[in-house]
């Protein structure tokens, strides 16, 4: 499998997956780690690199990146979230806080150009961790509706299940 990529006006064709390797003295090949691959250090490389007229280089926080569009992103994600919580039933108290929040966010993405405002107005932290909040937020309306959360127990729960010290029933 190839990969084109665009450099300048030259063509460039590079394979996508060099994840195998070979040691001298064996027939076997070996997976590379994740963070050997050349591909992987490429992108981790470019994510680091911020432009210089940006009002931050870093978000102070290992491993969450600079992002530099984020009303893009956050209104994409607050559209999926949205999309995907329709799938949830109306009565579902999940849906409803989920809707409000996000619907209230999005208001404030598309009303508020500054990002340092924004991330006052949302105070959730810096933009970056609100984009991750969304994405992981995203990923668990994924998981609720595949497993409808929304839907009965098969069996009993236990009495006791919400009672602390944990310990036998009555």
């Known amino acids: 499998m190839l990969q084109r990529l665009f450099v300048g006006k030259n063509f460039t064709c590079l394979p996508l997956f060099t994840s195998r390797r070979n040691y001298p003295g064996s027939n076997f090949t070996f997976p590379i780690d994740f963070y050997e691959n050349k591909y992987v250090l490429l992108h981790q490389r470019a994510r680091e690199k911020v432009s210089p007229d940006f009002h931050k280089q ?22 999926r979230i949205l999309r995907v919580i329709g799938m949830i039933p109306d009565s579902s108290q999940y849906r409803m806080a989920v809707e409000e929040i996000v619907k209230h966010r999005l208001s404030l993405v598309e ?26 937020e995203l990923e ?8 409808k959360c929304w839907e009965p127990l098969v ?12 310990g036998p029933g009555p």
Do not use: S
């Open 155 to 166: 069996e009993k729960a236990d009495e006791a299940q919400w009672r602390w010290p944990i």
């Open 140 to 147: 668990c309306i994924r998981l609720f509706v595949a497993h």
């Open 58 to 79: 870093t978000t102070g926080l290992n491993g969450l990146y600079v992002n530099e569009n984020p009303h893009k992103d956050l209104r994409l994600l607050y559209h």
């Open 111 to 136: 009303a508020e150009p500054d990002i340092q405002k924004l991330e006052q107005k949302i105070g959730m932290g810096q933009i970056e961790e609100v984009v991750q909040q969304a994405e992981y």
